[in-house]
């Protein structure tokens, strides 16, 4: 048996036209059908210059490439030229990169319109959204280096350092306003621009060698300075301003080139980055996003009812039901949605690991069958022989406020030791003294989170990874973005809605094509 015929490159008798050899089930088509339904025609300017790019051009443009895994401006710039989807989405007449990286930003409007029309050709092809909804977020790193994170004790030096160059450039600019510009000195050498990161680096030499000032100096005197632009004098006065934000806040880390993210645990590799959460809400039904947000929190107790109600207006009969891990409890927020009728399977943390090891509901807290009085006025528990348990902390921790009761005195020797001190899962204890660990409406809590001994509500929670997770998978593994392009929390905003829409699209692909 031959092989197919592979001849030399020919100019073809008919040249490729992207609008008849385009599949018609393909993605590019789909993308051209909602955009030209949610985005009018813009209005046309009189004025001077040459035209602008159609909006919807770029908008087609950037959510094709987003859903296909290409997100770099030069890169969609290249498949403009080269890749027949593109050709067909932009006639022919693609855009620059720099166009691109302009649209990413000022389009956040249009790309809200296109995410909600994207709804309707869903429910078109058979999708339907029943209200129940599993919520979680992911960690996506900031596009930044590590090298530029501050940590708090690095904040004065560096702040003095950035004022002293602005100092240093008020004085000159006073000098030329007063005797003229000089002009430049031509050596024959270029010399180097001045970079943010050369100053950090400089001040955290400086603070390895300050026991030898002289040293110091001497290197000082014999390094050339860097010449100061006027972009890079913005920059300084920037991170002035975002070192003095995180001096107010009491923040650990910053990092100067995207000083809107913060420091959280999480990703692939389990480390401790500068990072943004890339959050979502998934109907668990039919697989759509119903609901996505980009924020700066570390952890996700307050979220909740964000995204419930981010999700309410993408679901025709409103939200019905919810799950969440347990990063997702806190006790203002359950108590408040259970009470409003939503059905919700989020545990707190103690209930999660006994989820984990198949437990009993409750079998890692401690019980005992004494009963104690409460003094409210001392705040204080009095066991039946005289002990007392004082008020030891309080936390406001993992969502829920919890405070601690310990006896005065060792519990060892007393008559009820054995009753009193117990473990339901039946493990001994060692603790010498009485404990008791209260939380904030503690009865209406335990009402919520007994629901989890039900085999059904278990098997429910277990099923919210394997339906949430893969939005999450897709996003990493498959279009490969492991970390965010643009900075500042705007700017990761309006990627997230990108990204929201590039996972949209290809699961809505799936059954419009069959459709």
């Known amino acids: 048996m031959g092989y197919r015929r592979h001849d030399p490159p020919t100019p073809l008798l008919i040249g490729y036209d992207p609008a008849v050899d385009l599949p018609k089930d393909h993605l590019a088509r789909l993308v051209e059908m909602v955009v030209n339904e949610a985005v009018p025609a813009p209005e046309k300017q009189e004025g001077p210059g040459q035209p602008g790019y159609d909006p919807r051009l770029c908008i087609k443009v950037l959510i094709y490439g987003y859903s296909t895994g290409v997100r770099s401006s030069r890169g969609l710039e290249k498949h403009c030229d080269e890749s027949l989807p593109y050709l067909y989405l932009t006639r022919g007449d693609g855009p620059s990169y720099r166009t691109l990286c302009s649209a990413r930003t000022d389009y956040s409007e249009l790309l809200e319109e296109c995410w909600t029309a994207l709804f309707a050709v869903a429910s078109g092809s058979g999708m339907r959204r029943l209200g129940r909804i599993v919520v979680d977020s992911c960690k996506l790193r900031s596009n930044s280096s590590s090298e530029m994170t501050l940590e708090q004790d690095e904040y004065g030096q560096v702040r003095k350092a950035l004022e002293d160059i602005l ?179 989020v545990p707190d943390s103690t209930t999660a690991c006994e989820l984990h090891n198949g437990m009993a509901v409750g079998s890692l807290r401690r019980r005992g069958g004494i009963s104690l009085e409460y003094d409210k006025e001392n705040d204080l528990y009095r066991c039946l022989h005289g002990n007392l348990l004082t008020h030891r902390w309080s936390k406001g921790e993992s969502g829920m406020a919890k405070k601690q009761y310990k006896a005065c005195r060792s519990c060892k020797g007393c008559p009820s030791y054995c009753e009193c001190i117990v473990r339901q899962d039946g493990k001994p204890v060692k603790s010498k003294y009485k404990c008791i660990l209260y939380r904030e409406r503690c009865e209406e809590v335990e009402a919520v989170l007994h629901r989890f001994n039900e085999p059904e509500h278990r098997q429910r929670y277990k099923e919210r990874g394997s339906i949430v997770e893969t939005v999450f998978g897709f996003i990493r593994g498959t279009l490969g973005y492991g970390r965010w392009l643009l900075r500042g929390s705007e700017k990761v905003k309006n990627e997230g809605k990108l990204i929201a829409l590039g996972y949209q699209f290809r699961k809505v692909a799936l059954n419009w094509a069959g459709a």
Do not use: W
């Open 167 to 345: 100092s240093e450039a008020v004085v000159i600019d006073a000098r030329e306003d007063r005797e003229g510009y000089a002009g430049e000195t031509k050596t024959g050498r270029e010399v180097d621009r001045c970079q943010m990161r050369d100053i950090v680096r400089k001040v955290r030499s400086a603070l390895r060698k300050q026991n030898n000032s002289e040293q110091c100096g001497e290197e000082e005197s014999a390094c050339e300075k860097p010449a100061l632009t006027s972009q890079m004098l913005g920059r300084v006065k920037n991170a002035i301003s975002a070192i003095d934000e995180a001096e107010c806040e009491g923040r650990k880390h910053l990092c100067l080139t995207d000083p809107d993210a913060r420091m959280m645990h999480g990703g692939r590799e389990k480390r401790v980055n500068e990072c943004h959460s890339f959050e979502v809400a998934i109907d668990r039904d039919c697989g759509l996003l119903v609901a996505n947000d980009v924020t700066d929190a570390g952890n996700d107790n307050a979220r909740l009812e964000p995204l419930i109600e981010a999700a309410r207006c993408n679901e025709p009969c409103g939200v019905l039901a919810a799950d969440g891990d347990s990063g997702y409890f806190k006790t203002e927020s359950v108590l408040k949605l259970s009470s409003e009728g939503i059905d919700l399977c």
